[in-house]
């Protein structure tokens, strides 16, 4: 996929040396570099960028926002290939109360699946707080402006990397 090499500086503003004569332009649907999305602002950090391209070639492009209470996943969309981004949502923890903290995952389906039409855009994360991690299923059927739960898709302990601890990490939507 043309856009594989956004996924890791998606959300993150990238200086690289440009050869003689490009353009500070962005470029559509071609490589680009140094094309913010969002810039942080206080407290704010945002890290985990995520995308997915929909059937018609628009991008849904969402992040990991923390510096509010709760954090939320800020979703926006590109219609000429990343050169120019529009905010349009927040996907946000509607059951838990804890937030979205980490690990945003999107994926448009292109078929009917479990009552929803094609291109229903499904929107997962973790949620968690001191008490446990879970990870959530929300779908939007309005091209991401707004989002509904669906599921609580899997629970873990609480946030922790030591070895043998127990929470439930990274959802992938396919």
């Not at 996929?1 to 332009?25: C, D, E, H, I, Y």
């Not at 996907?91 to 229903?120: H, K």
């Not at 855009?121 to 299923?137: A, E, H, K, P, Y």
């Amino acid at each position: 996929m043309l856009f594989s090499f956004v996924a890791t500086a998606l959300l993150a503003q990238v200086t690289v040396a440009k050869p003689q004569g490009w353009s500070n332009r962005p470029r559509p649907w071609g490589y680009f570099t140094n094309n913010t999305i969002y810039q942080t602002t206080g407290d704010e950090s945002i890290t985990y960028p995520r995308y997915t391209e929909l059937k018609d070639g628009t991008i849904i492009a969402t992040s990991s926002l923390s510096g509010h209470n709760p954090n939320y996943f800020p979703v926006f969309e590109s219609k000429d290939g990343g050169a120019n981004w529009k905010y349009i949502s927040n996907l946000t923890d509607q059951v838990n109360g804890w937030g979205f903290s980490a690990q945003p995952a999107l994926t448009e389906i292109t078929e009917p699946l479990a009552g929803y039409p094609a291109g229903t855009i499904f929107g997962s994360g973790n949620s968690w707080s001191n008490n446990g991690t879970r990870i959530d299923l929300y779908a939007s059927t309005d091209r991401a402006r707004t989002w509904k739960f669906v599921s609580h898709i899997a629970e873990g302990g609480r946030p922790n990397t030591t070895n043998g601890a127990n929470p439930i990490w990274e959802p992938y939507l396919l």
